[in-house]
């Protein structure tokens, strides 16, 4: 009988895993971290448009691969980021003209999660963030695409990843409204760090981040909430690397109210439908055929997941790719299409298993410890899926940034501002 190796041949570092690492040393100096990222191979799923109707001739395929990334300090797992990633392929033809090909990639975050075992007070989870969105690079040069979409829906849960964490003492924790303001200011430094050209290469891709954001239930009057007082709509902010901090050779993102489909367009033609999505949700609904993008958002701010007090956020951008930065992924590992040693789904399901098993704990450091060698040990016998590590290199936090904040009521959700 073959081995568990044999059967599950090792993966290679994956450019996920070196541009999060990447990422992580702009941290704070003095910290030590290991990087560990499990990524499936493309597997053929649904549309994410599939009540689009066509009046010509259409071919469309759909690719999804799934991304997991984990980062450990002491050997304990302190954030997590779960991603989908879509590949489109279209051809389109009408009458005699000459059939036209599209390939479009977008991909959404689904989870983001830390466990409160995190040593020192710094932005972790805006710096994972910033190393996926710079991985995606790796599709300039599999594909020549350029750009590729980052949706993230923002919604308050005291735990996505790490099971029994919100009742750790040192796990912080946002109310609904701070955590859109966090996604906001995460992905704009996340995609002003994405764009930023390799440090031997000083061209710029020709179009700037331009980044959308609808909370549902509110106004474009109320924008400037979300943004920040001083921050017209529309207007880049200043340039910050994946800490937050300033850094030269990026380009400013242009920040859009709503989404990014016109509000006359019917929903079904060009809004994408993620999975365990409530907009998903709602357009599976049979009456829903004949709803505009208008329409869609008035529904969003009534229903139960956006509306009835709740406070969620839409987030659509677009990264645009340096080919310079693909070429360097690609040269890492080929994760531009399917190949051997890449995890099937059903193998990504059972790590998942393990990963949300009820005997999971984060509650506590020992738990922790115990539950992160636990999954830790799964993925050694299982995958061999290699590590990176990690030592931090950056500028030390300023007193005034590091200082305690005053004591808050018991929370809702993952305060993810300071890690």
Sequence with gaps: MASLQESHPAQQRAPVAEYVAESLRTLPAGSSFSVRV????????????????????????????????????????????????FTTLRIEAQGAQPPQTCVAVDCC?????????????????????????????????????????????????????????????????????DLVKWWQSTLHHALEYGARPAPDQSKLPGVHPVANCIVPGSTMLESPWFFGKDRPSGAGLENRNASGSCAEGSLSVEWRWGLPYPLSARAHDCVLQFPDDPITRLLSEAHSSAWSVSALLDMLSVSEECGSGHRTAYFSASLPLCPDIGALAGAIANCGTASQGH????????ILVVLFDKDMDFSSTASALSSSSRLMGYLDSSFDIPFIDVETTGPAISADRAQAPKPQEPPAVNDLSTM
Excluded: W
């Design 38 to 85: 499990v990524y499936t191979a493309d597997h053929a799923v649904d549309s994410l448009t599939p009540r689009r109707p066509f009046s010509h001739f259409h071919a469309e395929s759909t690719y999804s691969r799934r991304i997991l990334a984990f980062v450990l300090q002491g050997g304990c797992l302190v954030a997590g980021l779960e991603a989908h990633e």
């Design 109 to 177: 975050i689904e989870k983001l999660d830390s466990s409160g075992e995190l040593a020192g007070r710094m932005p972790m989870a805006r710096a994972l963030v910033a190393g996926y969105l710079r991985s995606l690079h790796r599709y300039s040069a599999a594909l020549n695409v350029p750009s590729v979409g980052v949706h993230v829906f923002a919604r308050a849960q005291p735990e996505y990843l790490f099971a029994k964490s919100k009742d750790n003492p040192r796990k912080r924790i946002l109310g609904d409204l």
């Design 343 to 350: 995890m099937s789904f059903e193998d990504y399901d059972k």
